[in-house]
């Protein structure tokens, strides 16, 4: 006789026909939805990201996120057991999604991300003249401080010595020439 455990039974693992086609729909639209991602990806691409080494990163994130995203699911669909249907329907999701909908909203997203990167590079160069006018303000305003900061610095001197000493030291010296000549 075979030990059953209390805290597990053999009905806890039947799955019923209802909650199969419920996860199958779920898989269906969990494969648009990755499908969805990657279009932000390949529009990115589109619009000039396309070197190797960024082909190569973006690739790898979504392949981490989308395994990521499928682990999960199959962990809340199937207690966490891969069953071939769930990827079968994932992957049916993200094919009917990429030649039906998805040309369309690519198309629209490859023109939203080139809209995007002109406002960008506008954006940029706006930033970029408004920080050499920064630049060139703050220079002419540091030369200006810079300039009354020593004029205040030599009038202070001035008006810190004695002039009774200032005049004397002038006596004294012309008295030291005479007592030179002499």
């Not at 779920?26 to 932000?40: P, T």
Request: glycine share 6%; net charge positive.
């Amino acid at each position: 006789m075979a030990a059953s455990y209390p805290a597990c039974s053999d009905d806890m693992w039947e799955i019923s026909i209802g909650g199969q086609a419920l996860t199958c729909l779920y898989s269906l639209v969990l494969g648009a939805v990755l499908c969805v991602f990657y279009d932000v990806f390949r529009a990115a691409r589109k619009t000039g990201v396309n070197s190797f080494l960024s082909v190569f990163i973006t690739d790898i994130i979504f392949w981490l996120v989308s395994t990521v995203i499928v682990f999960l699911f199959l962990i809340s669909t199937t207690n966490g057991e891969i069953r071939g249907y769930v990827i079968l329907f994932s992957i049916l999701g993200f094919l009917i999604y990429r030649f039906t909908i998805g040309r369309v909203l690519f198309y629209a997203l490859c023109r939203v991300l080139k809209l995007l990167s002109r406002v960008w590079r506008g954006f940029s160069r706006l930033l970029a003249d408004f920080c050499l006018i920064t630049e060139k303000g703050a220079g002419i305003l540091f030369e200006g401080v810079k300039k009354t900061i020593l004029f205040a610095v030599t009038k202070s001197k001035k008006l810190l010595k004695n002039i009774y000493d200032m005049l004397y030291t002038k006596r004294h010296k012309e008295n030291l020439e005479y007592d030179a000549d002499e």
